[in-house]
């Protein structure tokens, strides 16, 4: 077959500085939010010329810090607790023949700055520094199908964490609201892998969140967080 190949019209800028921990997919952390920024020769308004009348995009990109790993047919889908095999292509993993992601994400708004033509997107789960490759106008009318058949993954995964903060963290984050909600946002989905979490309940966890490295201890259902 003959091989393609494209070029990155954007990069995201988001606050998950590393894979754990983030967000499944989008639309479970209303608080997140990312900046997709426009590459030369594509950063002209031009090109957006339109988009801010949608109020959700897709977004098409590279699993860029996975990509290198490769694929296999079957993986292992965090929904069913991380045991059962599934074909890669009945699922969403990232270990893909072509590392390709997509999301449909909020457009909050659109911001042209100089050079600069910025996508300000909220609820996402996308890493730092992610190539975009497409943006495409989200249309309910032929991308919605509530009556569709979802398999294993037919209802949203739950937040199955109550999630406190030691005193010292808690009056960190008092002038802070936005970063503690997504702290609670991310964290109350239970970040582990799904075949790691029995053995864990000792252990101090970190997650990179903005520059903060949010540390926490997970005992049963009741997450922690001690450290920032
Ligand atoms: N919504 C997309 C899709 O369905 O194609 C992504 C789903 S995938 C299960 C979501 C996970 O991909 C996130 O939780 C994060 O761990 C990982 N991820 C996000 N951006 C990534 C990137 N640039 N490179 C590698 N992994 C990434």
Redesign the pocket.
């Known amino acids: 077959m003959t091989p393609f190949s494209f070029q990155s019209i954007g990069i995201v800028h988001s606050p998950f500085k590393e ?1 754990f921990g ?5 639309g479970l952390a209303p608080s997140s939010k990312a900046v997709l920024e426009l590459l030369p020769p594509f950063n002209v308004p031009d090109a957006v010329n339109g988009l801010d009348q949608f109020s959700h995009i897709w977004v098409v ?6 990509a290198q790993r490769g694929w296999t047919p079957t993986v292992r889908p965090p929904r069913l607790g991380g045991n059962e095999r599934m074909g890669v292509f009945a699922t ?3 270990h893909r023949p072509n590392p390709i ?3 449909v994400v909020e457009l909050d708004r659109i911001e042209v700055n100089g050079e600069k033509v910025l996508l300000h997107l909220k609820n996402i ?3 730092d ?2 190539p975009v490759l497409d943006i495409k106008p989200y249309i309910p009318y032929s991308d919605a199908l509530p009556q569709a058949n979802a398999g294993f993954a037919a209802s949203a995964p739950e937040r199955i964490m109550t999630v406190s903060f030691d005193s010292a963290i808690a009056e960190q984050l008092a002038d802070l609201p936005d970063l503690k909600q997504l702290i609670i946002d991310v964290l109350s989905f239970d970040p582990r892998p799904a075949y790691k979490v029995e053995k864990s309940e000792d252990r101090v966890y970190g997650m990179a969140i903005g520059d903060k490295d949010v540390k926490f201890i997970i005992d049963k259902n009741k997450l922690r967080v001690i450290g920032l």
């Open positions: 894979k983030i967000p499944r997919q989008p990109f590279v699993f860029h810090e996975t969403r993993s990232t992601g997509l999301s789960d996308l890493l520094g992610t």
